[in-house]
């Protein structure tokens, strides 16, 4: 396998250091594919001002991508999903644009599990975290449609942030879904039969794959997160003697099936359960011990949209502080910069500005910080 790199604007040793480590990358897409790349050399071109854009065996990308990657290393995701394309687009490809989510959105979910492999977890939160609030925008923006659709009348409609990042959140939850091993042998097993039978691919072919691996009906998955317009949660919480009562609704056509995580932290305990959802409106007790410091819906932020959730101040800078992990510490900031944008704010939003400052010092997760940084901008 001969890697190559055409790049006049650059020093080898610059360019070594952009692409360092596209040899690991390409190991571990093979592992993940279960197919081989497709070809025995892979050239990647710098050129100012070039779009991204993959072709077979080759990849084009512009000059200020590769200076990102010199600036800081963790910033090589296009390197990665370009590289990707070389399996899902390239080898494996979608029908129509219908599906146009099983190149792009599956190349998004996969830079977030390089990552993972390569950095760690943090940086895979962080992608998620990042694809979560794009997808986020474009909702609150009124830009709804399902991940696959026939409604479309050029290419360019089955663009943009709903194919990229809700469809890498819809695979990020379909792997807590149904568990890792289930999941990798799923996402072999499709890519392999998509280029055995020639390379065309749509998403019921993604589904009976991850069927056959897990050993579950997953209809219900597709329907609802490819094929459906996922309902908005809106929840509220109240204490009584010894539990908390969590009240969930579920606003959409009809209600939906959603796996959700809980968890309550008290001064003596942090208790997490697992519920799955199916009614319109429905009432969850959790018996608790100690004083309530936190309850988060969605712990760990899988869903591709946030829970709305109405918190105390406190408990919101409760979170915003010692949440364990980045998604919980930045919905926390975000929740805090909302509730102070409200004509109701509370008077303790007055101290939101040092807070924030705050937290884009000391947090220890790179895009907590970020989004403290910008949160005190807005
Ligand atoms: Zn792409």
Redesign the pocket.
């Known amino acids: 396998m001969e890697l190559r790199l055409l790049a006049p604007g650059f020093t080898s040793e610059e360019l070594r250091t952009i692409f360092a480590r596209t040899g690991e990358m390409l190991r571990f897409l093979e592992r993940r594919a279960g197919v081989p790349f497709n070809g025995t050399r892979y050239t990647q071109v710098l050129l100012p001002g070039a779009p991204?854009q993959?072709m077979n065996v080759l990849t084009l990308m512009g000059e200020d991508d590769g200076r990102a990657v010199l600036d800081d290393p963790r910033e090589d995701y296009l390197v990665t999903?370009?590289l990707a394309?070389q399996w899902w687009?390239n080898q494996v490809t979608c029908r129509t644009w219908s599906d146009f989510w099983l190149?792009?959105g599956m190349?998004?979910f996969l830079v977030a599990a390089y990552k993972e492999f390569h950095w760690g977890r943090e940086d895979s939160d962080r992608e998620r975290i990042l694809a979560r609030l794009r997808y986020e925008k474009v909702h609150a923006a009124g830009k709804r449609r399902s991940l696959a659709t026939e409604a479309w009348e050029r290419a360019e409609d089955m663009s943009g942030p709903i194919t990229?990042s809700k469809g890498a959140l819809v695979l990020h939850l379909l792997r807590h879904e149904i568990g890792d091993a289930a999941f990798w042998a799923g996402l072999r097993t499709f890519t392999r039969a998509a280029v055995a039978a020639g390379g065309l691919a749509e998403s019921r072919d993604l589904q009976k794959a991850m069927e056959q691996e897990s050993g579950q009906p997953l209809g219900w998955f597709f329907d609802q997160w490819v094929y459906g317009l996922e309902p908005d949660l809106v929840a509220r919480h109240r204490e009584e003697p010894g539990a908390v009562v969590v009240e969930i609704e579920q606003r959409g056509s009809q209600p939906w099936r959603i796996g959700l995580d809980i968890a309550v932290e008290t001064d003596t305990e942090r208790v997490l359960r697992r519920v799955v959802l199916t009614q319109a409106r429905e009432s969850l007790r959790l018996p608790v011990t100690g004083r309530l410091l936190s309850v988060r819906l969605d712990d760990g932020g899988w869903l591709p949209r946030s829970v709305q959730h109405e918190r105390s101040w406190e408990m919101l800078v409760w979170q915003a502080l010692h949440e364990p992990d980045a998604a919980g510490r930045s919905d926390a900031l975000l929740a805090l910069a909302d509730l102070c944008k409200t004509p109701e704010a509370p008077s303790p939003c007055a101290g939101l500005p040092a807070l924030l400052h705050q937290r884009a010092e000391d947090d220890p997760a790179r895009v907590v910080r970020q989004i403290a940084e910008r949160a005190v901008g807005e």
């Open positions: 991204a993959e999903h370009e394309h687009a190149h792009e190349v998004s990229y």
